[in-house]
Every structure is written in structure tokens, then in C-alpha cells.
């Protein structure tokens, strides 16, 4: 992973590596539950054939090692949304679409049933990955990235990325307040580069210790300084 340092110059983020002839984008995101379901749902509106699938590696417990060939005890695991999902593909699935099995590499010191991954997944993908779900902890409410590496000749990728985002920015209902950590000053008001729902708006606007990711609060609402 290639490392830089986000707009607001306080946390540093993980980019993938580029590969020659691709290339990858990403956009932070400060979403509640009750946010990430809304964002399917305007995903699902959007992109009828999308589909939500936890993400990783899957394991066969009834498998037999000496086998070289996945049986069809391995099925894709679908969720329904994105909601109270810590990590997840999305995808557009072609119509007679059938994942393609293949078992991951040995490894000496795994000692657990036999992993497979998908070898065939769709092109039209994007990675959903969230710091948390459930219901926000504590003062501070922190998010996540969407994110998402593509061929740069594939011109149906990149458009599908480009409409995912900015359904995403959509959901942002208005401007903050960027504060000052340590003081509670305010520093500036106005658009962020986070997707932040309106829940998690909502959940910050209700006591006025509370910061999203830490920085920032909705424009004009009233703030005390950050605990500890």
C-alpha cells in the first residue's frame, strides 16, 4: 500500500499500490448505519443488478483438503446492504454470472480449513470498508473509505465509479464546521471531502461534545470543547 496524506493534513490513509495501467480512487466517509442503508438503497435504485458480498477470503469447513476442486457447498456470500458491514465488495453482476472457485496458496503456518477466493469477479466493483457499525461510541464518530482499483481502458468502470461517488456526495446535507481539536476554535465552515449521512450529522447536532472523526461538526451548531 501506497501512503499520503489526506486534504485535511491530520490522517494519514492508505492508497493500493498502482499498477501499470490502472489506476485507483477512493473517498472517505463518515456513515452511520441507518446511512449506509440509505446509501444502498440509492445504490439499488441506481444500479438494479448491483450486489453487496462480504469480503475476503471464504472457508469450507466441509471440504476435503486432498481435493483439488471446490465442491458447490461454496456459495457467494450476499448480504442485503451495506449496513452493519465492517468490510464488503460491491458489484455489478452480469446476467448468468457463475463464480469461478479457485483455493488459495499454502501456508505453513495456517492450520485452518482449506480457503478459497473468486477468481472471476466482476469487473464493476467497488470496496466498502467501515472503521465500525453499530450504534457511534463515545464523543467521536469515525468513518471509513470507499475505494476501488480499475484498468485505465475500462471506460464502463470508471463511469460506474464516477456515478457510485457522487451519489455518495449526495448524501452530505449541507456544510460544516471544521474545529480545532485541542481548543474547540473554529477554524473554517463549508464543504468537507468526507460523504458524511445525514444521521451521523444528526447524531453529532445532538450533543455538542461530539465531533465527527474528530475535526468536525455541522455548520453553526452549538459546541464545548472536545472531552479529554
Not at 440509505?38 to 439499488?44: D, R
Not at 465442491?71 to 454470472?97: C, T
Not at 501456508?107 to 477468481?119: E, L, M, Q, S
Not at 461510541?137 to 464516477?162: E, I, N, V
Amino acid at each position: 500500500m501506497a501512503r499520503r496524506w489526506n486534504r485535511s493534513g491530520n490522517q494519514e490513509v492508505e492508497m493500493p499500490e498502482r499498477v501499470a495501467g490502472t489506476a485507483s480512487r477512493q473517498k472517505q466517509f463518515i456513515l452511520t448505519d441507518k446511512d449506509a442503508e440509505q446509501f444502498s438503497q440509492m445504490l439499488v435504485e441506481k444500479f438494479p443488478t448491483i450486489r453487496f458480498v462480504d469480503n475476503g477470503e471464504w472457508s469450507d469447513h466441509e471440504f476435503e483438503p486432498s481435493r483439488s476442486r471446490p465442491g458447490d457447498q461454496l456459495k457467494v456470500p450476499y448480504r442485503p446492504s451495506l449496513a452493519g458491514q465492517r468490510r464488503l465488495i460491491a458489484w455489478l453482476e452480469p446476467q448468468h454470472w457463475e463464480p469461478l472457485w479457485l483455493p488459495r496458496g499454502s501456508d505453513k503456518y495456517y492450520k485452518g480449513p482449506k480457503r478459497f477466493y473468486i477468481a472471476n469477479q466482476p469487473d464493476s466493483s467497488f470496496y466498502f470498508e467501515s472503521s465500525r457499525c453499530g450504534d457511534p461510541p463515545g464523543w467521536s464518530y469515525y468513518g471509513g473509505r470507499l475505494w476501488a482499483r480499475y484498468d485505465l481502458d475500462d471506460k464502463a468502470h470508471k463511469r460506474f465509479l464516477g456515478q457510485v461517488f457522487r451519489l455518495l456526495d449526495k448524501m452530505t446535507p449541507g456544510d460544516v464546521d471544521r474545529i480545532d481539536r485541542v481548543s474547540g476554535e473554529l477554524k473554517w465552515t463549508g464543504k468537507c471531502h468526507y460523504g458524511i449521512g445525514t444521521d451521523a450529522m444528526e447524531w453529532c447536532r445532538a450533543e455538542p461534545r461530539r465531533r465527527l472523526n474528530e475535526d468536525y461538526r455541522p455548520a453553526n451548531s452549538p459546541r464545548e470543547p472536545f472531552p479529554g
